[in-house]
């Protein structure tokens, strides 16, 4: 069975991908009006049992703008005159969304500021507050 491999941990089986195809809006000549070769593909997100239940979460969330009421992810393609190369930009354009949607954000690292940076945000604040002094009132009592 032919899978499209999104990372290490997750591949998704072709099965689970539903194509269509259409008369393309693109180039063509007068070939656009007799040949189908627009692709729009459908991807069941909320529905696919390849996709770990945390990663599929992840995704949902993510991808929530871009999915039906159903989960479903519908990605159109009609960049090329021919329908095999836009079947693969297609799958090329699934691969990438889903890989991003389903990547584990990058935990952050708390770090402290230097002592150099600290004392140099202080001798700032010291600098400002003298510039400010000058330009008080002088009182001449």
């Known amino acids: 069975m032919e899978q499209l491999e999104i990372n290490r941990d997750v591949a998704i089986p072709l099965?689970?991908?539903?194509?269509?195809?259409?008369?393309?809006?693109?180039?063509?000549?007068?070939?656009?009006?007799?040949?189908?070769?627009?692709?729009v593909l459908r991807f069941d997100l909320a529905a696919s049992g390849s996709i770990p239940f945390g990663a599929r979460q992840r995704a949902l969330e993510k991808l929530g703008s871009r999915l039906t009421k159903n989960?479903?992810?519908?990605?159109?393609?009609?960049?090329?005159?021919?329908?095999s190369r836009n079947r693969e930009e297609a799958l090329?354009?699934?691969?990438?969304?889903?890989?991003?949607?389903v990547s584990r954000p990058r935990r952050r690292v708390p770090s402290r500021p230097s002592r150099s940076v600290k004392e140099k945000r202080l001798s700032d604040?010291?600098?400002?507050?003298e510039t400010?002094?000058?330009?008080?009132?002088?009182?001449?009592?």
């Open 132 to 141: 400010k002094k000058t330009r008080r009132r002088v009182d001449l009592e």
């Open 92 to 101: 090329e354009r699934l691969r990438s969304v889903l890989a991003e949607a």
């Open 125 to 129: 604040k010291r600098q400002r507050s």
């Open 15 to 39: 099965d689970e991908i539903d194509f269509s195809f259409a008369r393309s809006s693109g180039p063509g000549g007068q070939n656009v009006n007799k040949v189908e070769t627009k692709v």
């Open 71 to 83: 989960g479903v992810l519908v990605i159109h393609c009609d960049r090329h005159r021919d329908r």
